[in-house]
């Protein structure tokens, strides 16, 4: 036969081939009839009210503690369900409840002797940690685990606790009237500086908001400056948006004007193609035979001309090397005459210097007299004194004659006089 069980409880299978139990937690099991046998055991929650009784404390004072603890077997570790199997299996929630409790209330007892009341007043959770622990670890060798424990009530029939609170209630009142008296001393100081402050709050309100005017002021005139500056910027930049919308159609038209133009020109270029195509068939076959024609008479031409320009070029190196060596003598002879015109201006030095100056005076008088001839028409005015008409102008032209030998002296330093009498 199947049996089955809930989550809150187990299932132990002993008997034949059952050595040692089956303990199932939560589930089903096979059992044969008369053969195996199956016990079933609670795995609840159980909740234990630990009530300790007038137990005295460290220093004698007898009180009484009241915890509530939450505890129950632990199926799914198999150690302590074989352990609480062993010890409760065939045992009511009941019983197992007085034994949880029995044992609870030893472990708080022992708690409670090692502890002063005010260690058990003041920290309450310190004394449940304590008794948690010390249970928990006794409970779980009975497969027994606490869930929870805590400390629920306090109390004693020596009015230990209340004298407790007495003296605490007296010290908090004392606190209590002493804070009052400093605190209404604390409010007098602080409503005299409360008012001081509320006058110099004043003033300094008042300062402020003369500043906060002086400021409004400022702050207005400044933005008002701010706001014309920027109207006429907006202005200025409608003005300059306009010119650049202006400008950017300019430049769609441009380029419209541009694509039509590149359009034209592709046409034209197609056309052109096409006319080529037709001059090719229409003018170019011919020209080209008659090129070849012209070409091949054009070569007889020059193959004529190179031998006659061979024939020219032949006659002129001839004659080129009979000028060249007329030259070669010509300059021969002249330079064997500069020689000896040096060596002779070396032995008149001065003398053959005004020789050669003497010889360029008529070359310097046509270059002074030279302007004259390109005059259309002169006008000559008189003082009354001296020559006039031609003979005025040649005593002139005579005149910048007389004053060459000076001129000559003063940038050779060469006297043409003295050296003319020099001269043998």
Known sequence: MFFTCGPNEA?????????????????????????????????NTLTLNVKSEKVYTRH???????????????????????????????????EITHIALETLEGHQRAIMAHMTV???????????????????SDLVNMGISVVSY????????????????????AQVQKDARIGEA??????????????QEKLSAQYLSEIEMAKAQRDYELKKATYD?????????????????????KQRIEEQKMQVLVVERTQQIQLQEQEIIRKEHELEATVKKPAEAERYR??????????????????????????????????EAKARADAEQMAKKAEAFRQYQDAAMVDMLLEK????????????????KITMVSSGNGDVGAAKLTGEVLEIMSKLPDTVEKLTGISISQGYQRRP
């Open 11 to 43: 299932m132990v299978v002993s008997g034949f081939c059952r050595s040692p139990p089956v303990m199932v937690a939560g589930g089903r099991v096979f059992v044969l009839p008369c053969i195996q046998q199956i016990q079933r055991i609670s795995l």
């Open 60 to 94: 004698g004072v007898p009180i009484s503690v009241t915890g509530i603890a939450q505890v129950k077997i632990q199926g799914q570790n198999k150690e302590m369900l074989a352990a609480a199997c062993q010890m409760f299996l065939g045992k009511s929630e009941s």
């Open 118 to 136: 005010e260690e058990i007043y003041k920290d309450r959770q310190k004394f449940s940690e304590q008794v948690f622990k010390v249970a928990s």
């Open 150 to 169: 805590t400390l629920k009530d306090i109390h004693d029939d020596q009015d230990y606790l209340h004298s407790l609170g007495k003296a605490r209630t």
């Open 182 to 195: 400093e605190a209404k001393r604390d409010a007098g100081i602080k409503e005299a500086k409360a008012k």
């Open 225 to 245: 400056i701010e706001v014309n500056t920027r109207k006429a910027e907006s202005d200025l930049a409608y003005q300059l948006q306009v010119a650049k919308t």
């Open 294 to 327: 012209l070409e091949k008479l054009a070569e007889a031409q020059r193959c004529q001309l190179i031998m006659q320009a061979e024939a020219e070029a032949e006659t002129l190196r001839v004659k080129g090397e009979a000028e060249a060596f007329a030259i």
């Open 361 to 376: 005076l008529p070359q310097v008088a046509e270059e002074i007299s030279k302007p004259l001839t390109s005059v259309k």
